[in-house]
């Protein structure tokens, strides 16, 4: 009652309701939306190409090729299964043993890349990055 009395007055004297503080968003991925949302090579080839190794990893600077200790791929945002809470299983593509022929010539291809393989680099993939921040620095 008293509440609504103080927020009616408030109102009155043309005092602007206090502000609430707004939690952030989801983390912003790497938009696979041209991929009908579905993480497959070309979309993967796309976030490569679009990659620069030289600046520091983010949710949409990343190597998608890269694999953590595990041997696990990453998600649609560089996070990987199991070291970050920003992990988001993608949707990934039915495959065949005829298209995973067809994509192994096409990684043999982008391994000519000077950027296929760095390591070291503030683009490039760190434990130290995933694990428990579930964000990137």
Do not use: H
């Not at 497959?40 to 080839?45: C, L, M, R």
């Amino acid at each position: 009652m008293l509440a609504t009395t103080i927020g009616a007055l408030a109102l009155q004297v043309g005092l602007s309701a206090p502000k609430t503080q707004v939690r952030a968003s989801a983390p912003q991925m790497f938009d696979v939306s041209p991929w009908k949302n579905i993480w497959n090579f070309d979309a993967q080839k796309a976030c490569f190409d679009a990659w620069d190794p030289e600046k520091p990893r983010s949710y949409t600077n990343f190597n998608p090729f890269e694999r953590n200790g595990d041997g696990a791929k990453c998600d649609t945002n560089g996070c990987f299964p199991g070291e970050s809470r920003g992990y988001k299983s993608p949707l990934r593509p039915d495959v065949s043993w005829d298209q995973m022929q067809k994509e192994k010539v096409k990684l043999d291809d982008l391994a000519k890349s000077p950027k296929w393989g760095l390591k070291g680099k503030p683009g490039c993939y760190s434990m130290k990055w995933q694990t428990g921040l579930g964000a990137p620095p």
